[in-house]
C-alpha cells in the first residue's frame, strides 16, 4: 500500500504518516514534506525516484506525471486499467495526503505583490487531489489534518477505510479546491479590474432553531476572515443560542455603533431600527438617556454601548426585559450582575474602528445585490445652512447627533433629538409626514414641546413636514436637500424661523 505526501499545512503530519508507516504504507513524499519526515526519522520514497524525473522549474513540476496520476485515478475494477499499469511499470497508490499552497495567507500579507502570489499558485497540488477525489472508491485522499485521527483508526480496525469516509473525504476535497480557486480567481478578476463574477466564502457558524418564523429553516455563517463590529466573530458571554431576528437587530444595533468612537454612546434598537439613543459624558450617563428616550419600545429589544459596560449600567438594565446585551468589554462586578438573567444574550464584540470598505450583500430572489455598507459619517456645519436663521452651537451638536442616527432608521426615516439623545423616531412609513407625525408625537407625548431638532434621511418633497414640525417645538430641521421643491421648504422654515440645513448626502435605509 502506498500514500503519497504532499502539504503545506504540516499539522499533525508526523504522527500521522508515522501511523501509516507502522501499519506497513510506503510513503511516497515530496520538497520539503519529505525533508521534515525524514529529520522525524520516517522513511519516504522522494516523487523523482517514482517518476524517474527531476523536479524542476523551481519545484513548479514534479508531480504532474503519469507515474503519479496514473497510480491515482486507475480503476482497480477495471482490468484494461491494472493491465495499462502493469505494463508501463506503474504501482497504485492508495491514499493522497495533500494540501495546498497557502495562497490566502500569501496575498493578506502587507506589501505583497502579484509575483509573490502568483508563485503561490499550486498547480500539481490541486491536480493530485482532483484525481483522488474522483476516484474516491479506490482512493483516500485527506486534506484536512482534522481527519487523520478518522482515517487512521479505521485503518487500523479494518485494513481500509469505508466507502462512506471515502465519499465524505471526496466531498471536503472539492471543496477545499474550489475554495482555494475561487481565492486565486477573485484575487487575480482584481488585478485585472473585471467584477463579471462574485464569489463569496462563508462557512457554517451555526444551525439556527428557525428563520424569521418557525416554519422557515435557517443557518448563520461567518466570513473567512474575522472583522470588527462582527456578530459572526462575538464571543457569547452567557444566554440563549441567538435566533435569526436577533442576529439581524444585533447587526442593525453594530452599525449604530460603528458611528460612535469619540463619545460615549449607548443605542437600543428594536426590529432593526433605533428606539432611543443618546451620547454622554460617561457611559452611564449615555445609558440612561437612552433608556429614558423610549421605555416602552426597549421592552425585548436590544441594548448596545460603545464603552466598557459597568456595574451601573448592569444594575439599570437589569429589572427590563432584553434580548441582548453589546459592549466591547464587561467589568466582573457587571458580569454577575447580568450572570442572575440567565437567558439575557450578553455579547463581547470587537470595536475597534477600521478604513477598510465593507461589502454588503443582500440576496433577492434568483439574485444578489451588492454594495459597500453606508459608513459615510458627515459632519452638519454652519456653512450648511440654508434660512435666514443660523443654528447655535446646541442645535448644531443635535443635528449632528440627529444625522448620525437617522441613517440607520428604516426609511422614510426622521429622528426627533434634544440634548444629545433621541425623543421621537418615525420609520418605514410611506410617506415622510407619517414618518414626522409618529417621531414628532413621541416626542410630545414625552413631555418635549420645544428646542427640538429633526433630522430627515431624505429630502423634504414639499413644505407640509416644516409646518407640521413647526407646530410640535422644532427649532432646526436637518435633511439632504436636493428637492426640486427645496426653495418652498426653506421659504417655509424662513416664515416659521427654523433653522435649516442642507447636508448634500441622503441616507436612505431600505
Known sequence: MRALVSVSDKTGLVEFVQGLVDLGWEIIATGGTQKLLESKGVKTIGISEVTGFPEICDGRVKTLHPKVHGGILARRDVPAHMETLKENGIETIELVCVNLYPFRQTIAKEGVTLADAIENIDIGGPSMVRSAAKNWKDVTIVCDPADYGTVLDELKANGKTSDDTRLKLSAKAYTHTAEYDACIATYMRKAAGLNEKLFLEYDLKQGLRYGENPHQSANFYAALEPASYSLAFAKQIQGKELSYNNIQDANAALNVLRDYTDQPFCVALKHMNPCGAAVGKTIEEAWQAAYEADKVSIYGGIVGVNRELTAEVARGMKPIFLEIVIAPSYTPEALEILATKKNLRVMQVDMTPSAASI?????????????????????????????EVKPTEAQLADANFGWKIVKHVKSNAIVVVRDNHTIGVGAGQTNRVGSAL???????????????????????????????????????????GGSIRDEDAIKKANELGITMLFTGVRHFKH
Do not use: H, R
Request: aromatic share 6%; charged share 15%.
Open 438 to 480: 409618529i417621531a414628532l408625537e413621541e416626542a410630545k407625548n414625552a413631555g418635549f414641546t420645544e428646542g427640538l431638532v429633526l433630522a430627515s434621511d431624505g429630502f423634504l418633497p414639499f413644505d407640509d413636514t416644516v409646518a407640521l414640525a413647526a407646530q410640535y417645538g422644532v427649532t432646526t430641521i436637518v435633511q439632504p
Open 359 to 387: 461589502p454588503q450583500y443582500i440576496s433577492v430572489n434568483g439574485g444578489l445585490l451588492a454594495q459597500q455598507l453606508d459608513t459615510q459619517v458627515e459632519t452638519v456645519t454652519p456653512e450648511m445652512c440654508v434660512t
